[in-house]
C-alpha cells in the first residue's frame, strides 16, 4: 500500500484546497511526485511545500486549467523534468450560483471552461505521455452530474458532461490509456465553510452516512482508481457522496 505510486508522476489540477490538497497529499505518501496545478500560485506552492516538509516530492505549477497554453507550458515543463507522467487528476472547478436565464454569457463559458474543456485539454497536453506510460485519467466530477439543485445549470451541465467525456476518453484511448471518475457528495472544504447551519443541516439529515465527508476519504477513492488495483476498471464513475444520492426525503 505504502508504495502503489513509487516512481509515479501525477498531476492534480486545483491541487491547492479540499480535496485536490487531500490528493495531492495521499499520492506523496504513497510515493508519488506530485504536481501540484492550481491557479492560485501561493495555494499551490503551500500545499507542496508541506508535502516536501513531510518528506515527499511535490512541484507547485500555477496553472489556469481553461487555458490550452498553460496546459502546453505544464506539460512541457513536466516532460523536461521528470521525462513523463502517469496520472492526471482533473479536479479544478469553479461555479456560479444563478439560476440559467439569470447567468452571463462569459459566466456559463467559465464554468464550461474551467470544469470541461480542461478536461479535452489535459488529453492534448498529455496523451502521448499517458500512452507511453499506459497511465490514466481521474476526473472529479459530482453528484451533480445526477441531480438537479437550484442554480446550478452551468455546474450541473459541466458535470454530467464530465461523465460521458471520462466514457468516451476511456474507450478513444483504451487499452492504453483507463480513464474514470468520481462524484463526490457533500464534502467539507473551504466552499463549505460559507453554507448555512440550516443547509448543512438539511444536507446532514440527506445523508444515510449522517455528516459531510472528509477530503481524505475522496482522495482514497481517486487513488484507488489511479492505482494497478483498478486495473479492469475503465468508463467508470464511481460516487463518494455517504449515500446522498440513494436518499430522496431528509429524515426527520
Ligand atoms: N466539496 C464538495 O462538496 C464537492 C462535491 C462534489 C464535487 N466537488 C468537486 O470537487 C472538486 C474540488 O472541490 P473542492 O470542494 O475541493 O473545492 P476547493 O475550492 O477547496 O478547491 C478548488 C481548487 O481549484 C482551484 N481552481 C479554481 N479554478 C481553477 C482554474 N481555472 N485552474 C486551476 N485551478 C483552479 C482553486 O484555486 C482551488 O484551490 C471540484 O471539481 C468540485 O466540483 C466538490
Not at 495521499?26 to 506552492?45: H, K, L, M, P, W
Not at 445526477?146 to 454530467?160: D, E, Q
Amino acid at each position: 500500500m505504502a508504495s502503489r505510486f513509487t516512481d509515479s508522476v501525477v498531476v492534480v489540477t486545483g491541487g491547492g484546497s479540499g480535496i485536490g490538497a487531500a490528493t495531492s497529499r495521499r499520492f506523496a505518501a504513497e510515493g508519488a511526485t506530485v504536481v501540484v496545478a492550481d491557479i492560485s500560485a501561493d495555494a499551490a506552492a503551500a500545499v507542496a511545500a508541506e508535502i516536501e516538509d513531510k518528506g515527499g516530492s511535490a512541484l507547485p505549477i500555477r496553472c489556469d486549467v481553461s487555458s490550452a497554453a498553460d496546459w502546453a507550458a505544464m506539460a512541457e515543463h513536466v516532460e523536461s523534468r521528470f521525462g513523463g507522467l502517469n496520472v492526471v487528476h482533473n479536479n479544478a472547478a469553479t461555479v456560479t450560483i444563478k439560476p440559467a436565464h439569470e447567468l452571463e454569457e462569459a459566466e456559463w463559458e467559465r464554468q464550461i471552461g474551467v470544469n470541461l474543456t480542461s478536461v479535452y485539454l489535459s488529453v492534448r497536453a498529455f496523451l502521448p505521455s499517458l500512452r507511453r506510460s499506459r497511465g490514466c485519467i481521474v476526473n472529479t466530477s459530482s453528484v451533480h452530474a445526477m441531480l438537479g439543485f437550484p442554480g446550478r445549470s452551468a455546474y450541473a451541465a459541466s458535470k454530467g458532461g464530465m461523465v460521458s467525456l471520462t466514457r468516451q476518453l476511456a474507450v478513444d484511448y483504451g487499452p492504453e490509456v483507463r480513464v474514470n471518475a468520481v462524484l463526490p457528495g457533500p464534502i467539507l472544504t473551504p466552499p463549505w465553510k460559507a453554507e448555512s447551519d440550516e443547509y448543512i443541516d438539511l444536507t446532514l439529515r440527506s445523508t444515510p452516512a449522517g455528516r459531510l465527508g472528509t477530503p481524505a476519504e475522496v482522495a482514497a477513492a481517486v487513488c484507488f482508481l489511479a492505482s494497478s488495483e483498478a486495473s479492469y476498471i475503465s468508463g467508470a464513475t464511481l460516487l463518494v457522496d455517504g449515500g446522498f444520492s440513494a436518499q430522496k426525503d431528509p429524515t426527520q
